[in-house]
């Protein structure tokens, strides 16, 4: 037998062709994603595979997830990617760049009209009209409003953040109080009085507006005072900022009497310790939140539950608070969609849904759970505020119409700017942006 | 009579016929393809995730590519909007104050550092280890780590200099405070890399140099100045560009500590680019954006080259 001996040269040469190869290979178009068309093409018998992203959850959803909810579901295998808030919008992004995304993912309060803009959200309607006793009709109307874009439904509610005002009995005990505000004049009255001081140091915050960090801080609770004065974000067309209307200015200029002229609060507010509020640190005698005090309070510090309470949204013009709504979306590039709604109503059910929001101590979008045994008496009082719940516009570059907006605020709130000034600067930033698009 | 003949033909060479089959053969069979197949696969990596994506970049600045809707050539709007829009000219400005807060202080710290380390004092590879630590950390951590530091209420550096009757500071928060507050983190982060490499030129000087500075009088300090720092000047170069180049780039610091405010004190260009591409899906600003930094980085590089190369 004529053997021949492999040379150095000889097998680095083969090295390279064989890596050249294969690099090749990986650049080459896929040829179809094999999962789907082999689902597509098989007997309905064969099990399905269906991709979700999750965004919201703790540890314990993640166990009632894969230990109670998904194994009941046998018509599909279920791979999640667990991710987090910090990086979901590049991922989503690059995923739909790539043609490569899950079937069912989550988004957050702004997402919907993004998703419905970029044609990367199904159109539920067809769903929802054939989808039997699920009960579209259970989840709030606010929540369904929300979800729906140039009237069709882009997504399903899975969970909603509306904040109210939390106080500390001891404290307003403390200052001759033994009733929460309901509305502006009382609340300032109330804030005054428990701001603690020592010497021109703020000790005690009579009422934590906002903290440090993140850019959104002073603009979200912003959002309730501008709701509380009847005021608008942008016009009903969404091609106009109203924020220097009246009631917007209004609102500034509430804020600014606090923060500026009270000094309720120092500018940027308290800090967490940790992981505690500062109203359940005591630091603060009042604060706009959700269910995130209690959360927290059960968890480090039980022995403030007793002195914390929460109440229904005040009032000025009307009786109102923001809500925050996110959302399943369906992938537009989902090559099972009718399993992927199958696989939504299942997890949206009101047995699922319980467990779901149970979990992570979430509010749930179903009217049907108000009265769900996980939620507690201050939970309940945070669900009945969402009879007064206004969401955000539906404009899709929100996000970006924010970010002028959270820099003028940030120079009103530190006495740079006048509210009016703000506002009006504020509107013309805005109004550039919205020109652009127009 | 002479007869004068004609030199004779001179012999030819008879040069045995290649065929263009067995050229092939031969080259394939060569050094040099072997050289061009191996070159072959770095090249190609580097073709497609280095060079395709810069002159992407520069065909994208033309347009308004937002990923879902179809391209369109927009011209130097892109360009006018970087440099009519308030929010970019802060970027770059922040973007320059940043570097040149940062590197020359880094710079000349890392060198007093690697000059002490270069001693022969007791503990020197602890010191070295503990300067170089930084460097090893993940930004994350780091980013954690100066939050608490800097934490207004119940951070170390707020108590110490309560002791002395300093009043509480917000260093992320004050619009005054936050771009230097993040230039004390790069350089601490960046110092001992810096140090490593200035220690390995220290001890590459000549011990004559310092010999004929001690015999001409010079004291310790006035060697290191005099005689060891113009003798760095190539690597001084080298830490000042890549240095330079770095703080450009940096993105984690800002993305974890703060998001380009308090009033837009800390919102650089790269951040400005993140935002302009994934908050806002403005690819096409995004990308006259990133073109202006690059322009930005060569002109800083030339200008330090200007400045710190060696005399002919």
Known sequence: MNSKKLSRRDFLRMSGVATAGSILAACAPAGGNSASSSADDAPSSEPVELSLSIVDFVDNTKEVLESEIFPGYEDATITVNYTAWNRYNEEMTTAFAGGVTPDLFQGGAVWAPQM???????????????????????????????????????????RFDIRSLWYRTDLLADAGFDAPPTNWEELREIAKATTQRDGDKITVEGLHYSGPGGWQNDLQPYMYFMEMADGTFLSDDLSTCTLDSDPCIEAMEYIHQLIVEDQVQPYPGFENQGDLAPIVAGTAAMTFSSTHPERIAKQYAPDVLDNLQVTLPLSHHVQATHVWINKWFISSLSKQPDQTWDLLTYMTSVENQEKYSASGQYQPPRQSLGDAEYLTERAKILFNSTNFARPYPKHWRLIELFRPFAQELELCLSGQKSPAETMTATCEAINAILAEDA | MSTLTADPKPQ??????????????????GETFTAYLFLAIPLFILFFIKIYPVFYNVFLSFTNYDLFSPIKFVGLKNYQDVVSQDVNLKAIRNTLYFTIGAVPLGTALALIVAGLLNQPIRGRVIFRFLFYLPVITSVVVSAMIWQWIYSPQF????????LVGIP?????????????????????GSLGGHMIIFLAALQDVPAELHEAAAIDGAKGWQTFLYVVVPFLRPVILFVVVTYSIGIFRNFGLIFLLTQGGPQLTTNTLVWEVYQNAFGYLRFGRASALAMVLLFTIFVITYLNFRILREED
Not at chain 1, 125 to 142: L, V
Not at chain 2, 168 to 188: F, G, H, K, R
């Open chain 2, 168 to 188: 509480e500071q917000n260093w992320l928060s004050d619009p005054n405070l936050a771009l230097p507050s993040l230039v004390v983190i790069t350089i601490w």
């Open chain 2, 155 to 162: 951070g170390v550096l707020n108590y110490a200099l309560g």
């Open chain 1, 116 to 158: 419905a803009k970029r044609g990367w959200s199904l159109a539920l309607d067809d769903y929802i009209a054939g989808s039997g006793d699920w009960g579209w009709d259970d989840w709030f109307p606010a929540l369904q409003e929300d979800a729906t874009i140039d009237g069709k439904v882009v997504a399903i509610p899975y």
């Open chain 2, 12 to 29: 030819a060479t008879t040069i045995p016929q290649v065929s263009w089959q067995e050229k092939i053969r031969r080259w394939l069979g």
